[in-house]
């Protein structure tokens, strides 16, 4: 619809000739005083049209409220512009950011290729070494298929050495976040907890529906 007011707009009219179009289509870029006020007109519906081509928040901002996400008790976020602005978060039941990840030879890959098809994946911080062992653990006595990193600025099994995954990952350097299969953010723990395999078993049985048992 937004293309229809463009053109009403613009002035143009699909019976006119086409010298009689391109008078007005002149008439927004003439610089006339008389001009003005077609011109505005213009310039506004070419403004409004960013509401059907750049609808990002529409398109990517989305969130699943189900039993396959677990909530961190963090508030929903409010949007600065519903429609055309997104922006990324680690926030259970979104998608997973986007962010280029290095690894030690600096090769560079986006973080959603990460999760592989089928499988789990657990990206802790930096100093989550209990995290990667508590989901080893789980894995292995509940035979889920999970894989489990560690990425830091500094530190880690892969890096962020542009800082982006540490804007939107919402946790601290002992936090993890756990991504489906889907690339959908099920679970995030803001920082290190007593017992990490006992918090990953019981994410995963809400996320899975089942129950899901930890190491002995």
């Known amino acids: 619809m937004a293309?229809?007011?463009?053109?009403?707009?613009?002035?143009?009219?699909?019976?006119?000739?086409?010298?009689?179009?391109?008078?007005?289509?002149?008439?927004?870029?003439?610089?006339?005083?008389?001009?003005?006020?077609?011109?505005?007109?213009?310039l506004r519906a070419m403004r409004r049209l960013s509401m059907e081509a750049n609808e990002l928040n529409v398109e990517y901002g989305y969130r699943y409220q189900s039993a396959a996400v677990v909530s961190d008790g963090s508030p929903e976020p409010e949007p600065i512009d519903d429609v055309r602005l997104y922006e990324p978060s680690a926030r259970p039941g979104g998608p997973l950011p986007h962010a280029w990840i290095d690894d030690e030879s600096g090769k560079r890959r986006p973080l959603k290729d990460l999760v592989v098809p089928g499988r789990f994946l657990l990206i802790a911080g930096e100093e989550g070494e209990a995290w990667i062992a508590a989901a080893a653990a789980v894995a292995a006595v509940s035979a889920i298929p999970l894989d489990a990193l560690r990425i830091g600025h500094i530190d880690g099994d892969l890096f962020d050495t542009r800082l982006a995954w540490a804007r939107y990952r919402g946790i601290s350097s002992k936090g993890a976040v756990l991504a489906r299969p889907d690339r959908v953010v099920a679970w995030r723990s803001a920082d290190a907890v007593d017992d990490p395999e006992a918090a990953l078993a019981a994410a995963l049985a809400s996320v899975l529906g089942r129950p899901v048992g930890a190491a002995a």
Do not use: Y
């Open 3 to 42: 293309h229809l007011e463009m053109g009403r707009a613009f002035g143009l009219n699909p019976t006119a000739t086409a010298d009689a179009n391109w008078t007005q289509l002149k008439r927004i870029v003439s610089g006339k005083p008389e001009d003005s006020e077609h011109r505005s007109r213009a």
